[in-house]
């Protein structure tokens, strides 16, 4: 079975437009983090946010936020207020420290922002 | 403020030759990650080393792959008889972390892009 699921592997939003990015995770662990990380065309995966599995509040960063809701096991990026900077591929990811020190990537989905 | 740095950028090989990727991680962080990306995929995980020890190796990586990191500093990955197969974005990570912590962010590098021919 698929550790990260993103079922949207293509999506569009207007420039100042806020957008969600969907992931969902399996796992039978109580303690594990999801992470999501941006991918420019230059290819360096950049960290955007961290939600540990315990964490009561959904974290935020700046015009990041995560909608993590445990129970479905879904922990989705919002982007609010798009710039055309933030076009770029998007991978959720999984670390389930007590099960190996993989981290496990989503296929991603490719945000575009439109002007 | 260095981040995770590889060497080449670009790697351009005939198939059935050995190439070896550098990795530069940040100088304080212990753990470093090597990963494997192809088109329109996530990055897949390949081996990873706390200091000088390798501790995991993926059941993917064959026998072709070896990846050392002398002195726990930098690393290298090297793939001997390339096929074509092999093409993808090879990234590298590296992290600080003490013991298992779930909040352990990677820093990447930008990868090497090799095309086997």
């Known amino acids: 079975a698929q550790k990260i699921t993103q079922t949207q592997p293509g999506m569009f939003v207007q420039e100042k437009e806020a957008v969600t990015l969907d992931c969902t995770y399996d796992?039978?662990?109580?303690?594990?983090?999801l992470f999501w990380y941006k991918q420019p065309s230059s290819g360096e995966m950049i960290f955007l946010i961290y939600q540990g599995s315990y964490d009561e509040q959904n974290a935020t960063e700046g015009r990041y936020s995560l909608n993590f809701q445990k129970a479905r096991k879904s922990a989705n990026l919002v982007i609010s207020a798009s710039q055309l900077g933030d076009s770029a591929m998007y991978f959720c990811?999984?670390?389930?420290?007590?099960?190996?020190?993989?981290?496990?990537f989503g296929t991603g989905t490719s945000l575009t922002v439109i002007p | 403020d260095t981040g995770v740095s590889q060497d080449p950028r670009h790697k351009i090989t005939k198939r059935g030759q050995n190439v070896t990727f550098r990795c530069d991680p940040i100088?304080?962080?212990?753990?470093l990650y090597w990963y494997r990306q192809t088109l329109g995929q996530g990055p897949e995980f390949l081996t990873y080393?706390?200091?000088?020890?390798?501790?995991?190796k993926s059941r993917l990586l064959s026998d072709r792959f070896s990846a050392e990191r002398p002195k726990g500093s930098f690393s290298t990955l090297e793939i001997q008889r390339t096929e074509q197969g092999d093409s993808a974005m090879y990234l590298c990570?590296?992290?600080?972390?003490?013991?298992?912590?779930?909040?352990?962010?990677?820093?990447f590098g930008s990868g090497t892009q090799l095309s086997v021919l």
């Open positions: 990570a590296s992290s600080f972390t003490r013991g298992s912590a779930t909040n352990e962010k990677l820093f």
């Open positions: 990811a999984m670390r389930e420290p007590y099960t190996g020190n993989q981290f496990y």
């Open positions: 100088s304080e962080h212990n753990r």
């Open positions: 796992t039978s662990d109580q303690s594990y983090g």
């Open positions: 080393f706390q200091n000088e020890a390798q501790l995991e």
